[in-house]
């Protein structure tokens, strides 16, 4: 089950219908392909296969994930509680290391580099939902236990 904010829910069917739309073009290259002649020693129709098949995979995963997905209601979180789509910087208690973390329902394509993402299931994430700034937090980590200070909430 994927927890989602709206905006990463409406983010994720857009990319749902552009997924559709490339089944057209990529149906259009096999055909192409395919009146090029013999189909054994066609690398444009394999590689159009290939994509038709990536294509495939990625329409039925995001199907299942928003057919399975709960999405929250952020309009009324508090100004000071973590929930999804926070930007939180966190202090590492036993080294004094700030570092900036993001709760997103689904990660993946915000790539910035200064933001660590984390899910709600991940065990930062179940520990980072819904604590407030000025908390301390505990994590149990592959490495260990680890304690962390909800430093402030960034815009």
Same mark, same amino acid.
């Given at each position: 089950?994927?927890?989602?904010s709206p905006?990463e829910?409406? %983010?994720?069917e857009?990319?749902?219908?552009? &997924?559709?739309r490339?089944?057209r073009?990529?149906?259009k $290259? !096999?055909e192409?392909a395919? /009146?090029m002649?013999?189909? &054994?020693?066609?690398?444009e129709y394999?590689? /159009?296969?290939?994509?038709a098949?990536?294509?495939e995979a990625? !329409?039925r995963d995001l199907? $299942?994930? =928003?057919a399975?997905?709960?999405?929250?209601?952020?309009?009324?979180v508090?100004?000071? +509680?973590?929930f =999804?789509? /926070?930007?939180? &910087?966190l202090?590492?208690?036993d080294s004094? *290391?700030?570092?900036?973390? %993001? =709760?997103?329902?689904?990660l993946?394509d915000? *790539?910035?580099?200064?933001?660590v993402e984390v899910t709600p299931n991940?065990p =930062?994430?179940e520990?980072l +939902?819904?604590?407030?700034?000025?908390?301390t937090? %505990?994590?149990?980590?592959?490495?260990?236990p680890?304690?962390?200070e909800?430093?402030? !909430?960034?815009?």
């Open positions: 089950m994927d927890y989602l905006e829910k409406t %983010r994720m857009a990319l749902l219908k552009k &997924r559709h490339d089944r073009t990529i149906t $290259r !096999i192409e395919r /009146a002649g013999d189909l &054994r020693e066609n690398a394999h590689a /159009a296969r290939e994509d098949g990536h294509n990625k !329409i199907e $299942r994930r =928003l399975s997905a709960v999405i929250l209601d952020t309009t009324t508090p100004p000071d +509680m973590v =999804l789509g /926070a930007t939180v &910087r202090r590492d208690v004094d *290391q700030e570092v900036l973390y %993001r =709760l997103v329902g689904d993946g915000m *790539q910035d580099e200064d933001v991940s =930062l994430g520990a +939902m819904k604590a407030r700034v000025g908390e937090v %505990r994590v149990t980590l592959r490495r260990g680890k304690r962390f909800i430093v402030e !909430i960034v815009p």
